[in-house]
């Protein structure tokens, strides 16, 4: 992978870090470039005040570009991109309307010559966002030669002289073959744009007069069938469709189109060859078929006579041979030399009878050696099965203990009265086998700390690991530890190194809260937090940018944040582990945040108790027989 940062930032912190951060896309570029044959390079550039470059394949673009090297990408390239990206992730009615119609922030570039020295490309840009500075974080981006778009995309071969042409959704001809280019003979207008020469070549100006009649037709059109007269006298059939819908620069909504022609006189004389070939061919096999079959016929008739005799004789020896095993006399010799099936029918007849007689004489004595072996492997499978009721029992006593260690740490209904000022419910719902879901409420320092999260997997493992994040959480807050990010750390380190030293491939999602004077301050990753207003609305607020998985890596300060929440008295904050949203019914449909918002919106204005009673009680009727696979908790947390 190559990396290029322009002299002049060389010396900036935040053109390092970009290039720090980038670095996890170096096992991804390589992959995405050799996905697609028409990819010439796949790249990352930074912001617009650090656009550094992290690109496949590993070119010297420092050579390449010679003496626009100091260029900067955004102010000297690109640079009315950015603010129609910016625009795309701030106006909300934009990005609705572009996941409706494309599905996709991605934006095309029309063709323009590389100042790399890649020839003629498109462009293709993914814009990434800072969604904590709310900002433009950069760039994914694909370069598509043209000449590849020609030589794979359009290589259509219709006819003799048929070919394709791909176009935009304003009639602009985006690649086309030497042989369309020629016949169409449309106009090229070169544009110098922010250090860029751009390719605009339009249908509408092609010399051509047939072109000019039914141009307007193919652009106002998605699909059609168009019969054409061209300046070289000749009728044409252009068949034109619409690809699917990708954003232009401006994140309007631009239709490609795929545009054949063909002469017409070349695909009749095309049906016409055919239909001569298939008439002659037929006449031909019809022909060959009559003295082939009539040949056949001599041959059937004479071999019949000549094979019936044979097979009959030999059948008539097996007829016999058969007869003397049913009066049990097994001395039998089979005169049959012929190699075909009759001759092998023959041979495994012979075996078989000697071994009918093997059996008839030594039956009594194998039934004795068989039965002794079955008592033997008796008397081994109800030792084994002894073996095994023990350690079940062994195995079920340790899984209760496990489990009942789990809910001993949870905190109680008494513990959670003492809280001032908020009013607090939990419930949690064992699994089958031992889960690792944990919640916890205890006051600390003037504070109040809440904790919920879930450990990955299932058994004894997720449930003692549950336990050491407890342990360790208690610890901190003992500790005095105010700061919640640095909190978050602290329990990792400790949670890690436990991880290694007992060798399970484990980690934890966790989400701390620590309430005071009214605002409680939020970190850690795991599931969205839900704030139901009392009014009844709805509002999501995601951690995935608040930390990372603990357990995973040693040290996770770099990736911890902490946002604020405010509630209004009446207002609930709702936590949860994600046995509840995927719990599935016997449809095996998720049960979902959807249901789980309605649910707590429905019951809003009851205490926390009853709300977390009524939701328990929807899950259970919505799981019915279903068979539950991993715990479920849920926390209530009501301002007074």
């Known amino acids: 992978v190559n990396v290029l940062i322009p002299p002049s930032l060389t010396s900036r912190p935040r053109a390092r870090q970009l290039l720090k951060v980038s670095a996890l896309l170096s096992p991804l570029i390589g992959p995405v470039f050799e996905s697609n044959e028409n990819n010439t390079f796949v790249y990352y550039v930074g912001d617009k005040e650090s656009p550094v470059t992290r690109a496949f394949?590993?070119?010297?673009?420092?050579?390449?570009?010679?003496?626009?090297?100091?260029?900067?990408?955004?102010?000297?390239?690109?640079?009315?991109?950015?603010?129609?990206?910016?625009?795309?992730?701030?106006?909300?009615?934009?990005?609705?309307?572009?996941?409706?119609?494309?599905g996709s922030p991605i934006t095309f570039d029309p063709p323009y010559e590389d100042a790399a020295g890649q020839g003629k490309i498109i462009t293709l840009f993914y814009p990434l966002w800072d969604r904590r500075a709310d900002r433009f974080a950069g760039v994914v981006a694909a370069d598509v030669s043209l000449a590849k778009i020609v030589e794979n995309v359009l290589s259509v071969h219709v006819a003799q002289t048929g070919y394709a042409v791909l176009l935009n959704g304003k009639g602009e001809i985006v690649a086309m073959s030497e042989k369309a280019e020629a016949q169409l003979r449309v106009k090229v207008e070169e544009i110098q744009r922010n250090g860029l020469k751009y390719y605009y070549r339009s249908l509408a100006t092609s010399a051509d007069s047939g072109i000019q009649e039914s141009y307007r037709q193919i652009l106002e059109e998605d699909a059609g069938f168009l019969s054409v007269t061209m300046d070289d006298r000749e009728t044409h059939i252009m068949v034109f469709s619409s690809l699917e819908p990708i954003n232009d620069t401006q994140y309007?909504?631009?239709?490609?189109?795929?545009?054949?022609?063909?002469?017409?006189?070349?695909?009749?004389?095309?049906?016409?060859?055919?239909?001569?070939?298939i008439t002659a061919q037929n006449s031909k096999s019809i022909l060959l078929a009559l003295v082939f079959v009539a040949g056949m016929v001599i041959v059937v008739i004479v071999s019949t006579f000549f094979i019936a005799g044979t097979i009959t004789k030999s059948i008539g020896q097996l007829s016999l041979a058969a007869q003397k095993i049913s009066r049990k006399d097994y001395d039998i010799d089979l005169n049959i030399r012929s190699r075909d099936?009759?001759?092998?029918?023959?041979?495994v007849f012979i075996s078989m009878s000697r071994e009918i007689r093997g059996y008839t004489e030594h039956l009594e004595d194998m039934v004795k050696e068989r039965t002794e072996k079955l008592q033997q492997a008796l008397q081994e499978i109800s030792v084994l099965n002894s073996r095994l009721q023990g350690e079940?029992?062994?195995?079920?006593?340790?899984?209760?203990?496990a489990k009942r260690l789990q809910l001993m740490v949870l905190p109680g209904r008494q513990e959670l009265a003492t809280v001032p000022d908020l009013d607090i419910a939990c419930h949690m719902s064992p699994a089958d086998e031992v889960g690792g879901d944990y919640y916890d409420c205890f006051r600390s320092n003037g504070s109040v700390k809440f904790g919920i999260g879930d450990v990955t997997g299932h058994g004894l493992s997720a449930g003692v690991i549950m336990i050491m994040a407890q342990t360790a959480i208690k610890t901190v807050a003992l500790m005095g530890e105010r700061d919640m990010k640095r909190f978050l750390s602290m329990v990792n380190k400790v949670l890690?190194?436990?991880?290694?030293?007992?060798?399970?491939?484990?980690?934890?999602?966790?989400?701390?809260?620590?309430?005071?004077?009214?605002?409680?301050?939020?970190?850690?990753?795991?599931?969205?937090?839900?704030?139901?207003?009392?009014?009844?609305?709805?509002e999501l607020t995601d951690t995935g940018d608040l930390g990372l998985f603990l357990g995973f890596e040693p040290d996770i300060t770099p990736f911890v944040d902490e946002?604020?929440?405010?509630?209004?008295?009446?207002?609930?904050?709702?936590?949860?582990t994600d046995g509840v949203t995927d719990a599935v019914n016997e449809k095996d449909q998720p049960f979902g945040m959807r249901?789980?918002?309605?649910?707590?919106?429905l019951h809003h204005e009851k205490p926390a108790a009853a709300i977390v009673e009524r939701v328990?009680?929807?899950?259970?009727?919505?799981?019915?027989?279903?068979?539950?696979?991993?715990?479920?908790?849920?926390?209530?947390i009501k301002q007074k």
């Not at 079940?392 to 203990?401: C, G, K």
């Not at 249901?595 to 919106?601: G, S, Y």
């Open 595 to 601: 249901r789980l918002c309605q649910a707590v919106a």
């Open 616 to 636: 328990v009680a929807l899950l259970r009727a919505y799981i019915g027989a279903s068979k539950v696979h991993d715990d479920f908790s849920l926390m209530v």
């Open 563 to 576: 946002i604020r929440l405010a509630l209004e008295p009446g207002d609930a904050l709702v936590l949860y």
């Open 341 to 347: 099936e009759i001759g092998q029918l023959g041979r």
């Open 496 to 538: 890690y190194s436990n991880i290694v030293r007992i060798s399970e491939d484990r980690s934890m999602t966790l989400s701390l809260i620590d309430y005071h004077d009214r605002t409680f301050t939020v970190t850690g990753q795991h599931e969205s937090l839900i704030v139901c207003r009392r009014d009844g609305s709805i």
């Open 252 to 277: 309007g909504e631009d239709r490609w189109k795929i545009l054949i022609n063909v002469p017409e006189r070349e695909i009749l004389s095309t049906l016409f060859e055919t239909h001569q070939a």
């Open 57 to 102: 394949p590993n070119i010297n673009l420092a050579e390449y570009l010679g003496e626009a090297l100091d260029f900067l990408f955004w102010r000297d390239f690109f640079q009315d991109n950015v603010q129609h990206w910016e625009r795309y992730h701030r106006d909300r009615v934009l990005r609705q309307r572009v996941e409706a119609q494309v």
């Open 392 to 401: 079940n029992v062994r195995l079920s006593a340790e899984l209760d203990v």
